[in-house]
């Protein structure tokens, strides 16, 4: 559709793109449309309970097995973080006193994320649970806290307990609310939903979270209502989350915080340099594809690489950030609330253009 509208932020004479069509599966990915899979989809496979239980807890065991020797033995401190949308204000304190409670000379480190944001709350839980070992405390465990706007949407959504274990063995307890182990979702081993339900306790991560993760620690099972595997995640809620979306934004500097990854299979073939025509909600713009902000002109609008990272053993995996030079990008873009869309509508390669002056009005 030729419009014949000029978007604030694009050179001379560029018409609104049409929207291509959506990014199919990866190579070698399986999705519901190629006709040789249907079959098997129709046909799901037949799995014992028993057998995930029983392979959930043992891989449980080994891991709470290995805290207790680091705890017991080692004689380290339990080191908790905890991502939350109160941790930042006095109630903070609170939860700090039952956590020393329950775990004498604990460290307890918080990470405010915002209200109703539990995109934030997921991209914070990778970058702690997926640190390298040599800067990841070895007793560290997580918990999150944050609230969801209550819709139609998200009625259905249990708000239970899990208790994740992933790879690297790392403990994350998740109060679900949406996305909070949605980027930790292809690290996890085994998770498991908790039995956390008091309708006298308001304050579950003050008043029942302590007591519970310190029993499961010692090896207590009794407040496991139910075990998943990788294949059975999605049943408890635990599905990966969507990565291009307006994630938070960075305040006071107002950078769009996204969680596309640098090798996102959209930009994997698109060299730093590029042009690139994105466009959030109601608001269309060139960008600027670069690595840093630091290369980007003064007031030049860009996706560049996040000092914000995932990281998968010793491999740093940023993600992207939109910003603004010396200037606000959230403004720029009309304000665009987090889970907003973004759309790649059109990229022009660096090596096949004269580069734009990129500058706002």
Known sequence: ????????????????????????????????????????????????????????????????????????????????????????????????????????????????????????????????????????????????????????????????????????????????????????????????????????????????LPRIMKSVIAGERDFIKSCALPEQLADIGVVPAPRWVVGWVDKPYMNIKTPIRVEDPTLAEIPFGSLLYVRIGEAAHWVRFQASIARLEEHELGLVRSSDSEHDGSKKTPHMVLAVKGSHAWSTFLEPKAGTPIELLQHIPADAMTRYPLRLP
């Open 1 to 208: 559709m030729d419009t014949g509208q000029s978007v604030r932020g694009t050179p001379p004479g560029d018409k609104l793109p049409l929207k291509p069509p959506p990014v199919s599966a990866q190579p070698g990915e399986r999705t519901r449309h190629d006709p040789e899979n249907l079959a098997a989809l129709q046909t799901p496979a037949i799995v014992d309970p028993s057998s995930i239980r029983e392979t959930a807890l043992h891989i449980l065991d080994e891991t709470t097995a290995r805290y207790r020797h680091e705890l017991d033995v080692e004689k380290r401190r339990l080191w908790v973080v905890g991502i939350a949308d109160y941790s930042d204000r006095p109630t903070w304190r609170k939860v700090h006193g039952a956590f020393e409670v329950e775990f004498p000379n604990s460290e307890l480190s918080s990470v405010p994320v915002a209200e109703y944001n539990t995109l934030e709350v997921g991209v914070h839980v990778s970058h702690y649970a997926l640190a390298p070992a040599h800067y990841r405390p070895p007793t560290q465990v997580i918990f999150t806290n944050a609230a969801r706007i209550r819709t139609d949407d998200t009625a259905k959504r249990s708000d239970s307990l899990v208790l994740a274990v992933l790879e690297n063995q790392s403990l994350v307890f998740a109060y679900m609310n949406g996305e909070e182990l949605g980027f930790v979702h292809d690290k996890i081993k085994a998770a498991f939903v908790l039995d956390s339900d008091d309708r006298d306790v308001d304050f579950r991560s003050r008043d029942i």
